[in-house]
């Protein structure tokens, strides 16, 4: 139990790092979460004008994810999809930032990639293929969390679809405002610049 305990606490310290915020601090361009959707993952840093920034915040999102699994990987496969769950939920409700994370598409990827790599081949294809015909990272992000389950299952991988099943409920509530802006045509289009938040 108390392997169990630190690799759930190791995880959520790791996720909760939040790169997004740092990243735009020390550039200098403000305060993420008073930009656009005021989210700290990477689609957000990219309505600032910087790609460098985004594609950055990108890969650091899910490298924490990657490393807090592979970390717990050396113990044991349980361990380590316990440190996926709680690197995930340190993303989404981080302690630096009083709880208030970002919506968890990177450290998804970061984690699958960890656990079985051709899976995480199957939410980018689903990602990009979604994001093309749609414009909607979100709903690029939304279609690839519901076929990284299917593909883990595919594969004969029961305990790891179990975990992404739980951690695609988790990112479908996150992006609960995304699904309504989709659904009204106001949702912010990938490369589209937004302005400050009043």
Do not use: C
């Not at 909760?16 to 915020?21: K, N």
């Amino acid at each position: 139990m108390e392997e169990k305990i630190i690799a759930l606490v190791l995880g959520y310290l790791l996720g909760s790092i939040p790169f997004g915020v740092v990243l735009t601090k020390l550039a200098g361009t403000g305060d993420l979460r008073s930009i656009g959707s005021g989210n700290i993952g990477a689609t957000n840093v990219l309505r600032t004008g910087r790609k460098d920034l985004a594609i950055a915040t990108l890969l650091l999102d899910a490298v924490k994810g990657t490393v807090a699994v592979l970390i717990a990987l050396q113990f044991s496969r349980e361990l380590a999809i316990l440190a996926g769950l709680g690197a995930f939920v340190g993303h989404l409700h981080p302690v630096w930032l009083k709880f208030k994370g970002g919506k968890g598409v990177a450290t998804f990827l970061g984690l699958v990639a960890a656990l079985h790599w051709p899976s995480a081949l199957v939410f980018i294809a689903a990602w990009l293929a979604t994001a093309y015909l749609t414009r909607y990272s979100s709903a690029g992000a939304l279609v690839a969390s519901l076929a990284v389950p299917v593909s883990l299952m595919a594969f004969g991988l029961q305990d790891e679809a179990e975990l992404f099943v739980a951690l695609a409920i988790l990112l479908w509530f996150r992006h609960a405002e995304n699904i309504q802006r989709i659904l009204s045509g106001t949702e912010g289009k990938i490369g589209q610049k937004a302005e400050p938040k009043a």
